[in-house]
């Protein structure tokens, strides 16, 4: 089981972009499905975005919401979520997930270990 650590959260206005970061404390992460979930206040957590481990290259999104606004990628071992055109509603803890096996997938059943999340704010 991993340790996952987000980071890169916070407070920013409608518009705004921010650059969340995920990594496994004393490993890569490159040999692993990651995934993005979220949770805003009074709702239950939904999957935003996975990419498979390095060399298979393929990344999802979950929700007409996020197409064209999230974007996932992986670098030096550490899994990123760049949010472009942040609105309101994209506020929530952002949480980076290990999966149980090797599949990408917006259930929260499918999610062996989470991190401790990532405060995004969205306001004016």
């Known amino acids: 089981q991993l340790q996952l650590v987000e980071s890169g959260g916070g407070l920013v206005q409608p518009g705004g972009s921010l650059r969340l970061s995920c990594v496994a404390s004393?490993?890569?992460?490159?040999?692993?499905?990651v995934g993005w979930f979220r949770q805003a206040p009074g709702k239950e957590r939904e999957g935003v975005s996975c990419i498979e481990r390095r060399g298979r290259g393929v990344r999802r999104n979950y929700g007409d919401a996020m197409k064209g606004r999230f974007f996932i990628s992986r670098d030096k071992g550490a899994v990123y979520l760049q949010i472009n055109t942040l609105k309101p509603e994209d506020t929530a803890v952002y949480y980076c997930?290990?999966?149980?096996?090797?599949?990408?997938?917006?259930?929260?059943?499918?999610?062996?270990?989470w991190g401790q999340g990532t405060q995004v704010t969205v306001s004016a």
């Open positions: 004393g490993f890569t992460l490159d040999n692993y499905y």
């Open positions: 997930a290990q999966y149980r096996t090797d599949a990408c997938s917006n259930l929260v059943r499918d999610v062996y270990s």
